[in-house]
């Protein structure tokens, strides 16, 4: 099973700001890594896959980036609705994996 | 616009079984591949099941496997979870989810989620 490995566990910045979110992987998953976003009490979004492409609707302020085993999700300026827990996930291999989380707050 | 809706959640005893059911609108269901994702509360996500095309191409996550049945009828647009032998640590909130079209194991959207608890 492939691990993954998310940090910082929390990230606490002012709207603005530029936030760098880190995931790495056990072995390696070449691209296929992707980014989830959830705010409380709603499902999960789907905001980066194959490690840099955003998904559909997702603003241009979200970008991804890395291959193998190191993988980083940036956001360029934070905004208000952008605080929220951040997952990596990879689909490498069987099973699929999700690394443990990275909560954005504010500052 | 794709709509996911679960049901079927509830409190359920150990050792105890429960059937979720995902129904979905806005697409041509039979195309996409389906999952199941949990969270147990406060927790992170952890993957539990995935069907990639035909009933036969079915994944399961270690921790789940020989107790759950995934499953899908493209008659009525609805993704199945037949979950027997329940423990405690099975709790949580069960999300569907579709499979993106070129990447079947990329996951959206993601329905709204339906609470398990198991517990005596």
């Known amino acids: 099973e492939i691990v993954l490995t998310q940090s910082p566990g929390t990230l606490s910045l002012s709207p603005g700001e530029r936030a760098t979110l880190s995931c790495r992987a056990s072995?390696?998953?070449?691209?296929?890594l992707a980014w989830y976003q959830q705010k409380p009490g709603q499902a999960p979004r789907l905001l980066i896959y194959?490690?840099?492409n955003r998904a559909t609707g997702i603003p241009a302020r979200f970008s991804g980036s890395g291959s193998g085993t190191e993988f980083t999700l940036t956001i360029s300026s934070l905004e208000p609705e952008d605080f929220a827990v951040y997952f990596c996930?990879?689909?490498?291999?069987?099973?699929?994996?999700f690394g443990g989380g990275t909560k954005v707050e504010i500052k | 616009e794709v709509q996911l809706l679960e049901s079927g959640g509830g409190l359920v005893q150990p050792g105890g079984s429960l059937r979720l059911s995902c129904a979905a609108s806005?697409?041509?269901?039979?195309?996409?591949?389906m999952h199941w994702v949990r969270q147990a509360p406060g927790k992170g996500l952890e993957w539990v099941s995935g069907?990639?095309?035909?009933?036969?191409?079915?994944h399961y996550a270690d921790s789940v496997k020989g107790r759950f049945t995934i499953s899908r009828d493209n008659s009525n647009n609805t993704l199945y979870l037949q979950m027997n032998s329940l423990r405690a640590e099975d709790t949580g909130v069960y999300y569907c989810?579709?499979?993106?079209?070129?990447?079947?194991?990329?996951?959206?959207?993601w329905g709204q989620g339906t609470l398990v608890t198991v517990s005596s």
């Open positions: 194959d490690a840099s």
């Open positions: 996930q990879q689909r490498r291999s069987w099973p699929l994996t």
């Open positions: 989810a579709k499979g993106l079209e070129a990447s079947p194991n990329w996951f959206a959207p």
């Open positions: 072995q390696s998953v070449t691209s296929y």
């Open positions: 069907l990639i095309g035909s009933d036969a191409n079915t």
């Open positions: 806005g697409l041509t269901f039979r195309s996409f591949a």
